[in-house]
């Protein structure tokens, strides 16, 4: 490790260099040549006596005159019995001393702030922390059965530069199909490639496809008449697929329909064709052998003869497979008409790697190549793709049966984003401004719910050509809505699909923020045609940049296009400000930027931290930079980029370039923006920003990492050394109500003010990290907010009390402040800090469960939230988007006011489940056209019905939720099921939900999450999950979102029991839970639950029973 990273003033770098890295700090000692270490000489290790040197000069005297010496005896040494014990004592107390000692001189370096550490806290609250020390938790044991990644990449010496595919599918229901040819695929591919280093050997991935290994079953060759007569003409196109950006005109020729389409200054890829009928295979290279490699996923051509850099050749050859029922690659799912008859149709998904699982490729994100492809489909069906069509359902030379569909050359893609599917879809179609032809795509029955998804979709397009200063890329764009999708939505360039739930919306069936998802979603996944497809992260460490960056603009082109009416800015706190900063409070988050060891990361990098934290640092780096220089540098990155792959260095440079030199750091010199974003994504975590008065004129600003457990230490790898959980800072403040000049945190900062003024830091929620008041400071907060609440903005007041909770949950400071600073709600109108409090109730009624002694926080919470249920109408239909907020409140009040079994608000969930669900609905009819239950509570409803309801209640929702094709209804009904009391019915749905065929893969989620929160369904998810894991994992194991999400979600741990039970079952089962990081958050949460009830239960108890703590107990550290 090089000095120059660890400052030396901070003695934790110190302890990382020496602790840091323990594989690199034990060098094992050669005893043959052992040396020591002067200066920069190497001294010879000698006898202490001085003679070795000289015995070793007689031996070698003896050598050249070939004599041998008689070897010497050896002396007999011995001493007195009780010598040896003495010494032996002697020996011991030299040990333990020396211990001693060491411990003496490395305690006072170890106690400090910080993460690896005892904290000593302010004396202010008396509180006391256990901190997880450093080398607590070693490296985590790697599965030996999976390949590090770096034997997962791709050699560096072949690169795509085109794909030819065609695709025939199988799809029973529309045409006579063969027996053996039934729901599968055949396919045959072209793929020109590029040597760019010297070799012998050409390598594709590839995963369980069908394939003749035998070599003559292959092709590689070279078309001379190609090299030599359309040289000149493809040279640029060519060195463009290479990622080195478009110089070609700016029209667009498709040779075979001699159609063009023009585009103002964005130039599409010219269309490369393979002309088929050249002479027999006298251009053919020699193929020695094929070689598959299943644990690499590598398909091998060797070579007879070298190729040398600059070559161009192709590769031709056929494969097959049958239609995948995971959710990736080419898979088969399905859908239910009006009558319930299923229909099968078949969808793709490609992200992060499943692409090699459809067809062999270079699937890796920065090998970018352009594709044509070719859909055979049987008639009857339509075929889309992520190019235009060229040639539609056209009826095939062979059979009436069948037909095809061709699609215009994509642009330079990863493979990942390669799509189709062949379906009896309908579609809704418009155009955008500037001409982009917009189709979506559904099942009949559900095609005028995608109206509100198409306007948005065009008006999406509209907003990012302004915003990013570049027209649309390609002449049409389509969106589907798939009934079975694994991740919520995938933008798939040309044809994004989505999940149903989250593009589908009609206002008689969907709640406000129903509405709300899927404007952000359509908005996120058209962001990413520019960000993620046309500039593309090189690897998968910085997902961030493709998933962060849309996060944060998705809620621009929303507030744009609805003119602010959503109220975006409170949802963004409400939801990824707060989502980010609950996930990365946690041992088991991880850096933005990530050291990707696995593809089971990669999948697992589908989170919180990637998407929310992502967009929270973006709007931070925003709020610093300014609004349009923020816009001029993403323009420029994504004019600069266009094409090719980036990493977060070339984001960060971008945005630098347009910072105006007066604009400083902390340190008074130009700010760097770079180095300020390195340390918000090398390392994991944020920091709470601590205040504590020196005197009445003096407060200082200091910083620490914070953690919400901080005895449970993180991953090793996970650490970095050269920032050590130290931030730069941005201080957004005000005094007295006024906005404060922006002010820098580096170590300390102090400020000048006198006794009595309010200093209210982040008023806004921009900064991303927490702040903790001195005992004075929160006093200050709670008068201002009994006196006047509105002095404070809505944002501020969110953030204030949920810092609150937070940090008294992780024993900063204790819940009376909380509970203090929320006093005032009785006066409060707004939904944000209401929604804050209630999720700080709902954190400690979750510690104490349903414990006997929970009775205390039981009625607390339904004295705060009785007055604001009953002054809000909660049968209202919220239709305006101006509601979204309102509707949210009315929601979120009701379900806190019945979980705690407020009578007013059972008797009321009660009257309506059973008048206008239950008697409304016959076993026939379909529940979201014969509810007459607001759809703003209908959740609720439904879940306390079942839960007070009787076995045929149950019965009947159940077959309500069969027979249900709104996806939306569906999912209500499902989580309802799991607030059942019955443990019998529940463990039958479990069961039937996870063998049967009655609920997509992704749906069954939602079954787990009702039962998780249920009374009765969460003490028997965990067994379920843990009986069952063998038939879980093989059903969902290729399922990424699915599968760690009922893990997510079902798995709750209250005790040492249940602690010790997931431990052992994990120990058990290492190969399959470690794929899944869910199970890891299970062991933190249970341990965080364990250490929260040894700090605050006792206390907390004696708080709602009006006592004072005055005294802590022994094992109840507030």
Same mark, same amino acid.
């Given at each position: 490790?090089?000095?120059?990273? @660890?400052?030396?003033?901070?003695?934790?770098?110190?302890?990382?260099?020496?602790?840091?890295?323990?594989?690199?700090?034990?060098?094992?000692?050669?005893?043959?040549?052992?040396?020591?270490?002067?200066?920069?000489? /190497?001294?010879?290790?000698?006898?202490?006596?001085?003679?070795?040197?000289?015995?070793?000069?007689?031996?070698?005297?003896?050598?050249?005159?070939?004599?041998?010496?008689?070897?010497?005896?050896? =002396?007999?040494?011995?001493?007195?019995?009780?010598?040896?014990?003495?010494?032996?004592?002697?020996?011991?107390?030299?040990?333990?001393?020396?211990?001693?000692?060491?411990?003496?001189?490395?305690? #006072?370096?170890?106690?400090?702030?910080?993460?690896?550490?005892?904290?000593?806290?302010?004396?202010?609250?008396?509180?006391?922390?256990?901190?997880?020390?450093?080398?607590?938790?070693?490296?985590?044991?790697?599965?030996?059965?999976?390949?590090?990644?770096?034997?997962?990449?791709?050699?560096?010496?072949?690169?795509?530069?085109?794909?030819?595919?065609?695709?025939?599918?199988?799809?029973?229901?529309?045409?006579?199909?063969?027996?053996?040819?039934?729901?599968?695929? &055949?396919?045959?591919?072209?793929?020109?490639?590029?040597?760019?280093?010297?070799?012998?050997?050409?390598?594709? !991935?590839?995963?369980?496809?069908?394939?003749?290994?035998?070599?003559?079953?292959?092709?590689?060759?070279?078309?001379?008449?190609?090299?030599?007569?359309?040289?000149?003409?493809?040279?640029?196109?060519?060195?463009?697929?290479?990622?080195?950006?478009?110089?070609? %005109?700016?029209?667009?020729?498709?040779?075979?329909?001699?159609?063009?389409?023009?585009?103002?200054?964005?130039?599409?890829?010219?269309?490369?064709?393979?002309?088929?009928?050249?002479?027999? /295979?006298?251009?053919?290279?020699?193929?020695?052998?094929?070689?598959? !490699?299943?644990?690499?996923?590598?398909?091998?051509?060797?070579?007879?003869?070298?190729?040398?850099?600059?070559?161009?050749?192709?590769?031709?050859?056929?494969?097959?497979?049958?239609?995948?029922?995971?959710?990736?690659?080419?898979?088969?799912?399905?859908?239910?008409?009006?009558?319930?008859?299923?229909?099968?149709?078949?969808?793709?998904?490609?992200?992060?790697?499943? *692409?090699?699982?459809?067809?062999?490729?270079?699937?890796?994100?920065?090998?970018?190549?352009?594709?044509?492809?070719?859909?055979?489909?049987?008639?009857?069906?339509?075929?889309?793709?992520?190019?235009?069509?060229?040639?539609?359902?056209?009826?095939?030379?062979?059979?009436?049966?069948?037909?095809?569909?061709?699609?215009?050359?994509?642009?330079?893609?990863?493979?990942?984003?390669?799509?189709?599917?062949?379906?009896?879809?309908?579609?809704?179609?418009?155009?955008?401004?500037?001409?982009?032809?917009?189709?979506?795509?559904?099942? *009949?029955?559900?095609?005028?719910?995608?109206?509100?998804?198409?306007?948005?979709?065009?008006?999406?397009?509209?907003?990012?050509?302004?915003?990013?200063?570049?027209?649309?890329? @390609?002449?049409?764009?389509?969106?589907?809505?798939?009934?079975?999708?694994?991740?919520?939505?995938?933008?798939?360039?040309?044809?994004?699909?989505?999940?149903?739930?989250?593009?589908?919306?009609?206002?008689?069936?969907?709640?406000?923020?129903?509405?709300?998802?899927?404007?952000?979603?359509?908005?996120?996944?058209?962001?990413?045609?520019?960000?993620?497809?046309?500039?593309?992260?090189?690897?998968?460490?910085?997902?961030?940049? $493709?998933?962060?960056?849309?996060?944060?603009?998705?809620?621009?082109?929303?507030?744009?296009?609805? !003119?602010?009416?959503?109220?975006?800015?409170?949802?963004?706190?409400?939801?990824?400000?707060?989502?980010?900063?609950?996930?990365?409070?946690?041992?088991?988050?991880?850096?933005?930027?990530? !050291?990707?060891?696995?593809?089971?990361?990669?999948?697992?990098?589908?989170?919180?931290?990637?998407?929310?934290?992502?967009?929270?640092?973006? +709007?931070?780096?925003?709020?610093?930079?300014?609004?349009?220089?923020?816009?001029?540098?993403?323009?420029?990155?994504?004019?600069?980029?266009?094409?090719?792959?980036?990493?977060?260095?070339?984001?960060?440079?971008?945005? $630098?370039?347009?910072?105006?030199?007066?604009?400083?750091?902390?340190?008074?010199? +130009?700010?760097?923006?770079?180095?300020?974003?390195?340390?918000?994504?090398?390392?994991?975590?944020?920091?709470?920003?601590?205040?504590?008065?020196?005197?009445?004129?003096?407060?200082?600003?200091?910083?620490?990492?914070?953690?919400?457990?901080?005895?449970?230490?993180?991953?090793?790898?996970?650490? $970095? *050394?050269?920032?050590?959980?130290?931030?730069?800072?941005?201080?957004?403040?005000?005094?007295?109500?006024?906005?404060?000049?922006?002010?820098?945190?580096?170590?300390?900062?102090?400020?000048?003010?006198?006794?009595? #003024?309010?200093?209210?830091?982040?008023?806004?929620?921009?900064?991303?990290?927490?702040? $903790?008041?001195?005992?004075?400071?929160?006093?200050?907060?709670?008068?201002?907010?009994?006196?006047?609440?509105?002095?404070?903005?809505?944002?501020?007041?969110?953030?204030?009390?949920?810092?609150?909770?937070?940090?008294?949950?992780?024993?900063?400071?204790?819940?009376?402040?909380?509970?203090?600073?929320?006093?005032?709600?009785?006066?409060?109108?707004?939904?944000?800090?209401?929604?804050?409090?209630?999720?700080?109730?709902?954190?400690?009624?979750?510690?104490? &469960?349903?414990?006997?002694?929970?009775?205390?926080?039981?009625?607390?919470?339904?004295?705060?939230?009785?007055?604001?249920?009953?002054?809000?109408?909660?049968?209202?239909?919220?239709?305006?988007?101006?509601?979204?907020? /309102?509707?949210?409140?009315?929601?979120?009040?009701?379900?806190?006011?019945?979980?705690?079994?407020?009578?007013?608000?059972?008797?009321?969930?009660?009257?309506?489940?059973?008048?206008?669900?239950?008697?409304?609905?016959?076993?026939?009819?379909?529940?979201?056209?014969?509810?007459?239950?607001?759809?703003?509570?209908?959740?609720?409803?439904?879940?306390?019905?079942?839960?007070?309801?009787?076995?045929?209640?149950?019965?009947?929702?159940?077959?309500?939720?069969?027979?249900?094709?709104?996806?939306?209804?569906?999912?209500?009904?499902?989580?309802?099921?799991?607030?059942?009391?019955?443990?019998?019915?529940?463990?039958?749905?479990?069961?039937?939900?996870?063998?049967?065929?009655?609920?997509?893969?992704?749906?069954?989620?939602?079954?787990?999450?009702?039962?998780?929160?249920?009374?009765?369904?969460?003490?028997? %998810?965990?067994?379920?999950?843990?009986?069952?894991?063998?038939?879980?994992?093989?059903?969902?194991?290729?399922?990424?979102?699915?599968?760690?999400?009922?893990?997510?979600?079902?798995?709750?741990?209250?005790?040492?029991?249940?602690?010790?039970?997931?431990?052992?079952?994990?120990?058990?089962?290492?190969?399959?839970?470690?794929?899944?990081?869910?199970?890891?958050?299970?062991?933190?949460?249970?341990?965080?639950?364990?250490?929260?009830?040894?700090?605050?239960?006792?206390?907390?108890?004696?708080?709602? =029973?009006?006592? /004072?703590?005055?005294?802590? &107990?022994?094992?109840?550290?507030?």
């Amino acid at each position: 490790m090089a000095m120059e990273e @660890i400052d030396l003033s901070d003695r934790r770098g110190l302890i990382a260099m020496a602790y840091g890295n323990p594989k690199e700090g034990n060098k094992s000692l050669n005893t043959s040549t052992s040396t020591i270490d002067k200066g920069s000489d /190497k001294a010879p290790l000698t006898n202490i006596n001085g003679k070795s040197q000289e015995r070793e000069r007689e031996r070698e005297r003896d050598r050249e005159r070939g004599e041998t010496r008689e070897p010497r005896k050896k =002396k007999r040494i011995s001493c007195a019995y009780a010598t040896c014990l003495f010494l032996l004592l002697c020996a011991i107390l030299a040990c333990l001393l020396s211990a001693l000692i060491t411990y003496g001189l490395t305690k #006072q370096a170890f106690d400090r702030d910080g993460d690896v550490l005892p904290f000593v806290p302010d004396p202010r609250y008396n509180l006391t922390q256990e901190e997880a020390l450093l080398d607590e938790e070693e490296e985590e044991e790697r599965d030996l059965s999976i390949p590090p990644m770096a034997d997962l990449r791709l050699p560096k010496d072949v690169i795509p530069l085109w794909y030819n595919l065609t695709v025939q599918v199988h799809l029973p229901g529309f045409v006579p199909i063969e027996k053996d040819k039934n729901l599968t695929y &055949d396919a045959s591919i072209t793929i020109k490639v590029k040597i760019v280093k010297d070799t012998d050997k050409i390598v594709l !991935n590839s995963k369980e496809l069908d394939l003749d290994l035998n070599a003559g079953s292959f092709r590689i060759f070279e078309d001379k008449q190609d090299s030599e007569n359309k040289r000149a003409q493809r040279s640029s196109n060519e060195t463009e697929s290479e990622n080195e950006g478009f110089n070609a %005109t700016e029209i667009t020729t498709i040779h075979e329909t001699k159609t063009t389409t023009e585009r103002s200054n964005i130039v599409p890829h010219r269309n490369l064709t393979f002309e088929e009928d050249h002479n027999e /295979k006298e251009n053919d290279l020699k193929i020695k052998k094929i070689t598959l !490699n299943e644990t690499l996923q590598f398909l091998t051509f060797h070579l007879s003869e070298k190729l040398s850099a600059g070559k161009e050749v192709y590769i031709k050859f056929a494969f097959s497979r049958k239609l995948r029922t995971t959710m990736n690659g080419l898979y088969l799912t399905k859908y239910k008409t009006e009558n319930g008859t299923e229909r099968l149709f078949a969808m793709t998904h490609m992200e992060p790697a499943y *692409a090699r699982g459809f067809v062999p490729c270079f699937d890796e994100p920065h090998l970018k190549a352009p594709w044509k492809i070719k859909i055979i489909h049987p008639k009857g069906t339509k075929a889309i793709s992520n190019g235009i069509e060229l040639e539609e359902s056209v009826a095939t030379k062979d059979s009436p049966d069948w037909v095809y569909t061709s699609f215009g050359e994509t642009l330079p893609i990863s493979s990942y984003l390669v799509a189709m599917s062949v379906n009896d879809f309908e579609y809704l179609e418009g155009e955008s401004a500037k001409g982009t032809r917009f189709r979506v795509w559904a099942r *009949a029955t559900a095609i005028n719910e995608t109206e509100y998804a198409l306007d948005i979709g065009i008006k999406s397009i509209d907003f990012y050509e302004k915003y990013y200063g570049m027209e649309y890329p @390609i002449p049409k764009q389509d969106m589907i809505a798939v009934s079975d999708f694994d991740p919520g939505a995938m933008e798939n360039m040309g044809l994004i699909a989505f999940r149903e739930i989250l593009v589908l919306y009609n206002p008689k069936l969907h709640s406000l923020q129903t509405k709300y998802k899927v404007a952000t979603t359509v908005a996120h996944e058209v962001s990413h045609q520019w960000l993620g497809n046309l500039v593309t992260m090189d690897w998968w460490n910085d997902l961030w940049l $493709n998933e962060g960056t849309a996060r944060y603009l998705e809620a621009k082109a929303v507030k744009e296009i609805t !003119n602010g009416s959503f109220q975006g800015d409170q949802m963004f706190e409400l939801y990824e400000h707060n989502r980010a900063f609950t996930k990365d409070a946690r041992s088991s988050s991880h850096p933005l930027h990530l !050291n990707i060891t696995s593809y089971d990361e990669v999948k697992e990098a589908f989170d919180f931290i990637t998407y929310d934290k992502g967009a929270s640092l973006l +709007k931070m780096i925003e709020k610093i930079i300014g609004e349009k220089d923020f816009e001029k540098g993403l323009k420029d990155y994504v004019k600069k980029l266009c094409y090719k792959t980036t990493n977060s260095s070339s984001l960060f440079e971008a945005l $630098n370039s347009e910072i105006p030199e007066k604009l400083t750091g902390w340190d008074e010199k +130009k700010f760097d923006l770079p180095d300020f974003a390195n340390k918000w994504t090398e390392q994991m975590g944020y920091p709470v920003v601590e205040l504590h008065r020196l005197d009445n004129e003096t407060l200082e600003f200091t910083q620490r990492r914070f953690k919400r457990d901080p005895t449970i230490p993180e991953s090793a790898r996970y650490r $970095n *050394a050269r920032y050590w959980y130290k931030w730069d800072i941005p201080l957004w403040y005000s005094v007295d109500g006024d906005e404060q000049p922006l002010a820098w945190l580096h170590e300390a900062y102090r400020l000048n003010i006198t006794e009595n #003024q309010l200093v209210l830091v982040n008023p806004e929620s921009i900064g991303f990290y927490r702040v $903790n008041y001195d005992q004075r400071g929160w006093e200050a907060i709670q008068r201002q907010l009994l006196k006047d609440h509105t002095k404070i903005p809505v944002k501020g007041r969110h953030r204030v009390i949920d810092d609150a909770f937070i940090l008294a949950a992780a024993n900063h400071l204790p819940y009376e402040v909380a509970f203090n600073v929320s006093s005032y709600l009785s006066k409060e109108t707004e939904t944000l800090p209401w929604i804050a409090a209630m999720a700080g109730f709902n954190d400690v009624l979750h510690h104490f &469960d349903d414990q006997p002694d929970s009775e205390g926080i039981r009625e607390f919470i339904k004295s705060q939230v009785k007055p604001l249920f009953n002054n809000l109408d909660v049968t209202h239909n919220f239709a305006e988007d101006k509601d979204l907020l /309102k509707s949210l409140l009315v929601a979120n009040a009701m379900k806190v006011y019945c979980m705690v079994d407020g009578a007013e608000c059972i008797e009321k969930a009660i009257k309506l489940f059973k008048e206008d669900f239950v008697d409304a609905c016959s076993h026939d009819d379909i529940a979201s056209e014969c509810s007459r239950v607001p759809v703003t509570i209908r959740d609720t409803v439904y879940c306390e019905g079942i839960r007070w309801g009787t076995t045929a209640d149950f019965e009947k929702i159940r077959n309500l939720t069969i027979r249900e094709t709104t996806s939306t209804e569906r999912s209500i009904l499902l989580a309802s099921l799991g607030c059942s009391r019955d443990p019998y019915v529940l463990k039958k749905a479990f069961f039937e939900g996870v063998n049967g065929t009655d609920f997509h893969d992704n749906e069954l989620v939602s079954l787990f999450l009702g039962a998780a929160y249920g009374t009765v369904g969460k003490y028997l %998810t965990n067994d379920f999950i843990m009986d069952n894991w063998k038939e879980l994992f093989k059903r969902f194991q290729d399922t990424q979102f699915s599968l760690r999400n009922i893990v997510l979600y079902g798995l709750r741990l209250r005790d040492e029991r249940d602690l010790k039970e997931i431990e052992s079952f994990i120990s058990k089962h290492k190969i399959t839970t470690r794929r899944f990081s869910a199970w890891k958050s299970a062991i933190e949460q249970g341990k965080s639950t364990l250490n929260w009830n040894k700090h605050h239960r006792k206390s907390l108890i004696k708080f709602f =029973k009006g006592e /004072k703590n005055e005294k802590r &107990d022994e094992d109840d550290e507030l």
